[in-house]
Structures are given as C-alpha cells and as structure tokens.
C-alpha cells in the first residue's frame, strides 16, 4: 500500500517536471529538474527502510573473536551474533539460541525453529521475541582491556554463562 503511494508521487514529480520544462526554458528549468530529481531520489531512497519495515527481520551477524564461557568451560557448539544496536547479543550454545540484552540485563529465550542461519548471518523476527526475560542473577560487567565480560547466572543457583566482546583500546565495541 504504501509503496503504491510512493510510486503515485514520483509519477506526479516527472509529470510536474515535463509541464515546468516546457512553460521555463534556460536555468530556472535546470533548477527546477534538479529539485525534481532530488525529490525522486528522497522518495525512492525511502522505499528501502519501508520494506524493512513491513517485514520487521532483524539482521544478525557473527561476531568474530567473541568467546562464550558456561560453567567456567567452553561449550562444544556456540557462537554470537551481533545486531544493529550495541549491548545485543544472539548466542547459540548447542541447539540453544538466547538473546542477552547487556544493557537492561536480560536473557530471552529464542524457539530455534524461528531462527534462519545462513552462513555466517541468522536472521530473526521481531514479534519471535518473547515478552518475559529467562530469570538471571549475579549480574557483573567488566572491562578487561581488550575485551568486555558480561558474566551472569541461569536463576538463583543455576549456571553461570560469560560473554566475552571484543573492544578498541578506546572501550568501544571492535565490530
């Protein structure tokens, strides 16, 4: 529906630009193509980001040089994704994938099934996230020079799970 509009509004600027070419000829048709032709840009660059929109995936790619600790140990099968915004983390251990918020200090637990891996991205939608957070305890976050842990416990007494991220010397993420 909306890219339908969006099509509608480029017709009537290439329209409005061929009537303003033939009632101004010289620089003030060359000015008024330009604008013309800027405004298309602008509508046409904005169908991308209403595309994404409707289809609401969210993009993850794998974090290189990230390690995943569990119980002290490295687990057989892992590995961490990262999305667009900083502090969220996708993390498959096993057949396992969860989701560790690191600002709000929260894990969600994610069906595998929802989960597209292809190569070295996995795709997720948004509406797959649950509402309630996995309960978690003893969470601790600490720089550690070139890497940043977040270390958290599964309940009250459950097991421990550590993410290690890459930093800059800077402190900022190295992704």
Do not use: C
């Amino acid at each position: 529906m909306e890219t339908w509009k969006i099509l509608r509004l480029a017709n009537a600027a290439t329209t409005e630009r061929m009537r303003t070419r033939q009632l101004m000829p010289g620089r003030e048709s060359r000015v008024t193509w330009w604008m013309a032709a800027l405004s298309l840009l602008i509508i046409l660059g904005a169908t991308p980001g209403l595309i994404a929109q409707q289809s609401s995936k969210q993009q993850w790619k794998t974090l290189p040089f990230a390690i995943v600790r569990y119980n002290d140990d490295a687990p057989k099968s892992w590995n961490v994704y990262r999305g667009e915004r900083k502090g969220i983390y996708l993390v498959r251990l096993w057949k396992r994938y969860l989701l560790v918020d690191t600002d709000s200090q929260s894990v969600f637990e994610i069906d595998p099934e929802k989960v597209k891996v292809e190569g070295d991205k996995a795709e997720l939608a948004a509406q797959d996230i649950p509402e309630e957070p996995v309960e978690t305890s003893e969470w601790k976050t600490r720089n550690a020079g070139p890497v940043l842990r977040h270390r958290f416990r599964f309940g009250k007494s459950g097991n421990f799970m550590e993410l290690q991220i890459p930093v800059l010397p800077n402190g900022r993420p190295a992704y």
